[in-house]
């Protein structure tokens, strides 16, 4: 009996991991994205499309072009949380030991995602464990190596370079804050921490769930040995004249301060005039009023806990279609 322990150990598969991409159209890059997340040295893996009403032919190309993906059709566009939460949800149904959340106008590299589950199974109570980020564009440079608070004038900012990378980030792996561009999440934290606030259309949801997770516990760890490109914000519209952008930057902006209120330094008006006087020097005069708007509805919309996974996550205004296919 002793001497089959070991080789029962060595038989044994290492975790179940869901690699999930929410797309919202630009089919060419969600393809891109999972043909790199197929080519992982990742042995336990699963793929897993949560498409969110796309408008183009995403749902066919990925199905045609990615060997044994899973697809999740939405029915409506539901937002990068809610959308999101769709994946990660049904991922922990499946029996995910951990889920991989990543950007559909995304590279990664073959190593990362083994790097990632390695760093998270040697540090169990790494809730949220994160890759370097670099630029598609420019890829020696960083854009996002985790992200810090600043006091003055009072933002998050992410940990970038403005050249290549110099390894300034490799030996400080203790992050306050990650953008959901990438994240691996551990089944434990999402079962205590909860899933993406659907609060939050996009915007804040990082900053909220970040908060969430230091605060029951977690740590956020970057892994440098990980790398991913990142083509940025491609959907969103940021820096662009795009009013649903500013809209919901400033809905999301409000509900974050009401959320997190006690950190008035971090969240409170303070934060506010910076991001309009920052519109105001770059120029950016069209987004004030979008802004101003959203605001004030998130001062007034109703604010909701924050949903638990393997719960029923559809809500009175939108029935969630899981409609799965697997590709062959």
């Not at 897993?48 to 749902?59: A, E």
């Not at 045609?64 to 539901?78: D, F, M, R, S, W």
């Not at 079962?191 to 997770?213: K, P, Q, T, V």
């Not at 604010?303 to 393997?310: A, E, S, T, V």
């Amino acid at each position: 009996m002793n001497e089959e322990s070991p080789n029962r150990e060595q038989k044994a598969k290492p975790p179940s991991v869901w690699l999930v991409v929410l797309g919202f159209n630009n089919a060419a890059d969600t393809v891109e994205c999972f043909k790199s997340l197929a080519d992982s040295d990742y042995p336990n893996k699963h793929l897993l499309f949560v498409d969110n009403d796309s408008k183009d032919d995403s749902v066919a190309r990925v199905i045609a072009e990615i060997p044994g993906v899973h697809v999740l059709q939405t029915g409506k566009n539901l937002g990068f949380s809610r959308g999101y939460n769709v994946g990660l949800d049904f991922s922990l149904r499946q029996g995910a030991d951990y889920v991989f959340m990543i950007n559909n106008d995304t590279v990664v590299a073959p190593g990362c995602v083994s790097a990632l589950v390695k760093t998270a199974v040697l540090h169990p109570r790494a809730g949220v464990v994160v890759p370097k980020i670099f630029y598609y564009d420019h890829p020696k440079s960083i854009w996002s190596a985790g992200s810090r608070y600043r006091p003055f004038p009072p933002s998050i900012v992410m940990r970038k370079t403005a050249g290549d990378d110099d390894g300034r980030f490799d030996h400080d792996p203790q992050l306050e804050f990650a953008t959901t561009c990438a994240l691996l999440l551990s089944r434990r934290f999402l079962e205590e921490i909860g899933l993406l606030d659907a609060d939050f259309f996009i915007m804040y949801d990082d900053y909220d769930w970040s908060l969430r997770c230091r605060d029951g516990g977690y740590d956020i760890l970057l892994v440098p040995s990980a790398h991913l490109w990142h083509k940025v914000s491609k959907s969103t519209g940021v820096g662009t004249r795009s009013p649903f952008f500013w809209t919901h930057y400033g809905r999301s902006s409000a509900l974050f301060a009401r959320k997190h209120c006690k950190r008035w330094w971090m969240t409170g008006p303070f934060h506010m005039l910076y991001i309009l006087a920052r519109m105001v020097v770059e120029g950016k005069y069209f987004g004030l009023k979008p802004y101003l708007q959203g605001y004030c509805q998130g001062l007034r919309a109703e604010i909701h806990p924050p949903p638990k996974p393997l719960q029923n996550l559809t809500d009175p205004f939108t029935v969630v279609l899981f409609s799965l296919f697997s590709g062959t």
